[in-house]
């Protein structure tokens, strides 16, 4: 009987505990090179080294960005050329600005403020993120 019991409350618990929401990691959609690898990449800011280094990934089989969420651009819950091209329409050819958490237009540097969690997806994952708090 204790058996039972004990299952019985290991499943409600399971139960509640998968419905609870999901809170992940802060960060800012488009900056894919937040963490340096190979010297390359620093986070805070866009540049032109997050569709580089996006498309490496992509292309070259170099190391998955350590937030798939900053590099998915579009917000399309997949990782595909088209978030390096957006990148880099927003960079240099003023084109629209990441879906949120995005940084403000003032430029491609951001404040901390611009950090947040993904809004709409569960999809792709952020394990880590330094450039936020």
Do not use: H, W
Request: a negative charge.
């Amino acid at each position: 009987m204790k058996t039972f019991q004990l299952i019985l409350s290991l499943v409600v618990l399971s139960l509640v505990v998968s419905s609870l929401p999901v809170m992940g990691v802060d960060f800012v959609r488009g900056d894919a090179d937040a963490v340096p690898v190979f010297g390359v990449g620093a986070g805070g800011e866009i540049t032109i080294t997050d569709a580089i280094f996006t498309l490496v990934y992509l292309f070259l089989g170099g190391p998955a960005p350590p937030c798939l969420d900053a590099a998915d651009t579009n917000d399309d819950e997949e990782l595909t050329i088209a978030d390096p091209i957006m990148t880099l329409m927003y960079l240099f050819i003023l084109g629209p600005a990441a879906p949120p958490p995005a940084p403000t237009p003032s430029g491609a540097a951001y404040p901390a403020g611009d950090c947040g969690p993904d809004p709409a997806g569960a999809v792709l994952d952020c394990a880590l993120f330094p450039p936020c708090p």
